[in-house]
């Protein structure tokens, strides 16, 4: 990590509309494609965590009686806005994160889909209502905000996982504390810029950059109601933990390690091209990356192998600013220790004795020599035993597992801890059948690599890659961010008609 420009700038904190830079404590942001940095975030203290809590209680009561179709005009406002700054909020993503900009152009892409889809919260939010359950008896159930809510947010989508959160968090009436991540923080804050401009009132999100300091006080902060994780599964686990241990609603989302099925019958060159972009898209730095291939049958394996051989020979790696000749296909690593990180994994892997057939291990980008560049890497042979079979690695680093039979293929991937996403590359619509089946994984494609659900469905893994009962965004964030009031009523005319009733109420 070098510090050849100065630093020149701090980036604080969103409270109550305005910004606020504490800076006791702060850190550099890297352009991993330079290893500069020209930029340093805040990060929050205990204290600074603790106002921006109580700016969101104070907003609350508003927010919440505010009618639903007004919150949900802010979120088709800010839908336009997002749209209007793309170029912008994309080349932030690029610069900090380091994907190429027609990736970071998709993130945000994908995340409108959720601010797109929080402007119909008044239809999710319309509650059930039962006429006459009783002699005029009446009855509904509605579902109401919880209060203050906080999301927690990974590096590897900073624009889009934000807002798979809070968008439909404060759509459904809560108000809401953002903690991005530390390495990536501008799109997220420039984000809830836009949604103040879009009409959002001070303090119904706010926004706090900080490590481990600011995620506890979030913790243990009593007026958090709900916390939404995305990130490693060892945080995950923490947070759920400590969340739920502190009578908070936790969803926690964790790590991956998602395998692609290939049978025997399946269209190998769309399977080759489809786990190309699955694989090294966005540096595998995607919980749906797949970084594992279980070719059915060895024939399969050398057949993609050879494809895959050729197509990495066309790969084009470099930073993610450059957009002459269609652009690179991959960018760099997101830090400079999470590259060595991801090359000792390589290193371990050939220790292990899987088969290295392409190794990335000595690319040099020129005029970028300092730049976090990994080239795209291929094991074959890889074993179950190994570390490279367990681990998430979350680099550009493609294994190949040969087994016998799709039953084998299905048993590796139900043993394995992780359960985020799966596909099966295949003709036979009995196998693929028998597959989506008995699979236990959350996610699963048929010949779609990357199965991420859309806006309007919910997503998340089984396993040890969510823990919690509810799946982010769609359907689920609505019945996550609110809690269900079931509501009786009668109203007796006449005086009373009825003595004191001992037994239960039924209709018998
Ligand atoms: P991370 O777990 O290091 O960080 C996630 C968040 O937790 C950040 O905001 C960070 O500041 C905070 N954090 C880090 N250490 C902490 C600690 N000790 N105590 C409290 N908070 C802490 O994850 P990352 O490296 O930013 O993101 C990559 C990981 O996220 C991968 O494992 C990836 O699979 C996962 N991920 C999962 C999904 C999913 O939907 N399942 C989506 C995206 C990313």
Not at 15 to 44: E, K, M
Not at 61 to 77: D, E, I, Q
Not at 128 to 145: F, K, L, M, T
Not at 424 to 444: C, K, L, N, P, Y
């Amino acid at each position: 990590m070098q510090h050849d420009k100065p630093i020149t700038r701090t980036i604080g904190h969103l409270i109550d509309g305005q910004i606020v830079t504490d800076t006791a404590r702060t850190q550099p942001v890297f352009n991993p494609a330079t290893g500069q940095s020209s930029l340093n975030v805040a990060l929050a203290s205990k204290a600074t965590v603790e106002q921006a809590i109580a700016s969101s209680e104070k907003a609350f009561p508003a927010w919440r009686n505010t009618p639903p179709l007004k919150r949900a005009r802010v979120m088709s406002k800010l839908k336009v806005l997002l749209e209007e700054h793309a170029d912008k909020i994309a080349a932030m993503i690029t610069a900090e994160h380091g994907k190429v900009l027609n990736d970071a152009h998709g993130e945000l892409q994908r995340g409108i889909e959720n601010v797109e889809y929080a402007s119909y919260a008044p239809e999710l939010l319309k509650g059930e209502h039962s006429r006459n359950v009783g002699p005029g008896i009446d009855s509904w159930a509605e579902h109401q905000p919880l209060g203050v809510c906080a999301g927690i947010t990974p590096f590897n989508f900073p624009a889009m996982v934000p807002l798979w959160m809070w968008p439909m968090a404060v759509a459904c009436g809560n108000t809401f504390v953002l903690k991005p991540s530390e390495r990536d923080p501008s799109s997220a804050l420039l984000i809830a810029q836009l949604a103040l401009e879009a009409g959002l009132p001070p303090g119904v999100l706010n926004v706090v950059n900080g490590d481990k300091e600011a995620v506890d006080a979030l913790l243990h902060s009593p007026t958090v109601k709900a916390i939404s994780f995305v990130g490693s599964t060892p945080i995950a686990e923490y947070i759920y933990s400590e969340g739920t241990k502190n009578g908070k609603r936790v969803q926690a989302l964790g790590g991956a390690k998602n395998h692609a099925v290939v049978m025997p019958d399946a269209d190998i060159a769309n399977a080759v091209s489809a786990m190309m972009g699955a694989a090294y898209g966005s540096c595998g730095e995607r919980c749906m990356a797949v970084p594992l291939i279980v070719a059915v049958g060895d024939e399969v394996a050398d057949q993609m192998i050879a494809g895959l051989k050729t197509e990495i020979a066309k790969m084009k790696v470099g930073p993610g600013t450059q957009t002459d000749n269609g652009g690179n296909d991959m960018g760099p690593l997101v830090t400079q220790p999470h590259f060595e990180k991801v090359r000792g994994y390589v290193d371990q892997g050939v220790k292990e004795g899987a088969t290295l057939l392409v190794d990335g291990r000595g690319l040099k980008v020129k005029g970028h020599e300092d730049g976090y560049f990994l080239g795209p890497c291929l094991f074959d042979h890889v074993k179950p035993g190994m570390v490279i079979y367990q681990e998430e690695i979350f680099g550009p680093v493609l294994g190949i597992v040969r087994v016998p039979s799709l039953e084998e293929a299905m048993q590796l991937i139900n043993n394995h801890e992780y359960g985020n996403g799966t596909c099966i590359f295949t003709r036979d619509g009995e196998a693929a059948r028998h597959f989506t089946d008995h699979i236990q994984v959350g996610m699963v494609g048929v010949n779609v690599p990357l199965p991420v659900p859309v806006a309007y469905h919910s997503f998340g893994g089984w396993k040890r890659s969510l823990f919690g009962d509810l799946h982010a965004y769609g359907p689920d964030a609505v019945r996550f961010y609110t809690k269900r009031k079931t509501i009786t009523q009668r109203w007796p005319s006449g005086g009373v008609r009825e003595g004191a009733v001992f037994s239960f109420p039924s209709h018998h």
